[in-house]
Structure formats: structure tokens, C-alpha cells
């Protein structure tokens, strides 16, 4: 059975960070694009960040540019977001997901495959 199973979230003060993770059981995801999306209360699901299999290429949505950075460490099978500079609007259920994407599509939930439960960021003003 593969997992994505994710961790790192909580309540913080605007201005701070937290470090998201994310390691997958049940088979490696060493080819796969791996992403980060995030759920708003009454919003839809938005891609975040999203990370090629090789950690060469990066995307961001403007709104976490300059803010966040998404990693990943294949031998040890997971994926990492490094959420700094922390807004009331980042406060989300944060989900990483994979699969193997067209590099035009990383920012679409639907291109991946598999998706973790979530965990969630709460930031305060």
C-alpha cells in the first residue's frame, strides 16, 4: 500500500516558519515530480510548490515566492516545504502529493497520483 504521509504542521505566529515533510512507504517515488498544494477553510485546493524528481527544477505560485522552499531527498524518500515569513492567508490543511507530470501541469491537482492525509498550518495575526 503507498503512503504519503505528511508532518511539521501547527499553530505559529505570523512572521515565523515551520518546515513541512513528507516521506512515502510502499514504493519510491524516485521519478515522480512531487508537490505541495494547500486548502483554505470554504476555498479550493491551490498548488503551492512542486519539485521535479531530480530536485532540479522548482515551481512556486507567486503567492509563497521569495517565502517558501520546497526539497526533496530521494534516499531518504521524502519531500520538504520551508515555510518562512508565515501570513494569516498561508492557514491551510497542506498536502503533498506525486506523480509523473508533464512539467506544464505541476501546478493541477489532477496530474498526481498519489496524495497525503494533510496537516495543518495554522498561522495567527
Known amino acids: 500500500q503507498v503512503q504519503l504521509v505528511e508532518s511539521g504542521g501547527g499553530l505559529v505566529q505570523a512572521g515565523g516558519s515551520l518546515r513541512l515533510s513528507c516521506v512515502n512507504s510502499?514504493?519510491?517515488?524516485?521519478?515522480?515530480?512531487k508537490g505541495w498544494f494547500r486548502q483554505g477553510p470554504g476555498k479550493e485546493r491551490e498548488f503551492v510548490a512542486a519539485i521535479t524528481w531530480s530536485g532540479g527544477r522548482t515551481y512556486y505560485a507567486d503567492s509563497v515566492k521569495g517565502r517558501f522552499t520546497i526539497s526533496r531527498d530521494n534516499a531518504k524518500n521524502s519531500v520538504y516545504l520551508q515555510m518562512n515569513s508565515l501570513e494569516p492567508e498561508d492557514t491551510a490543511v497542506y498536502y503533498c502529493?506525486?506523480?509523473?507530470?508533464?512539467?506544464?501541469?505541476?501546478?493541477?491537482?489532477?496530474?498526481?497520483?498519489?496524495w497525503g492525509q494533510g496537516t495543518q498550518v495554522t498561522v495567527s495575526s
Open positions: 502529493a506525486a506523480g509523473r507530470i508533464h512539467t506544464t501541469a505541476v501546478v493541477t491537482p489532477t496530474g498526481y497520483d498519489y
Open positions: 510502499g514504493r519510491t517515488f524516485g521519478t515522480y515530480t
